[in-house]
């Protein structure tokens, strides 16, 4: 992930067994419940393997969350659930302000996220009740799920997500630099 920022420390992590991880350069992995920070970016990626890695060629959305000097690279497969729950909150976050995002482990064992803002916890954007044009997944003969039109669907929520943060970063002021001003001196 060298070049992404050359003045921030970057750390890629992913959720597994309901934490964050992050693998470090010794092969160590840490984990974490929760990751704050600001967006600076969202993006769905394709992500293909190189000659010594073992997976098949796949999407990711990556979440890049700035806090002071580090940037997070939240990495998730687009096509699971843990993504489909950042899909889902991403319009009611507002890009001005930081989110914490939590990893857990779900009521089925399924790995899951949840993201906070301003200490309120998202529920889904799209519901049943309003789907906000989302379409439905699709039954297959097999008995499984179709999501690719989802996907698209997200995708695109993506880029006009985007549109909002650009424009946040065009009319939020600049932080203005410190004084060692003391009201009660």
Known sequence: MQGLDQGKNVYGLYVQNGKWNLKKQDGTIDVYTSVEGKISNVQVKKI??????EFKEYEALRIFLENGNNLYVLSLNAAYSTASNFFNVLPLIKPEFPIKVIAYKGDTNFDAIMVEQNGVRFSSYYTKSNNHGKPEWVKQANGGYDK???LEFFKESVKEWLQKLWRSKETTPQKQPSTSFDPNH
């Not at 293909?48 to 890695?53: G, L, M, Y």
């Open 148 to 150: 690719t039109a989802e």
């Open 48 to 53: 293909t393997p190189k000659d010594d890695q």
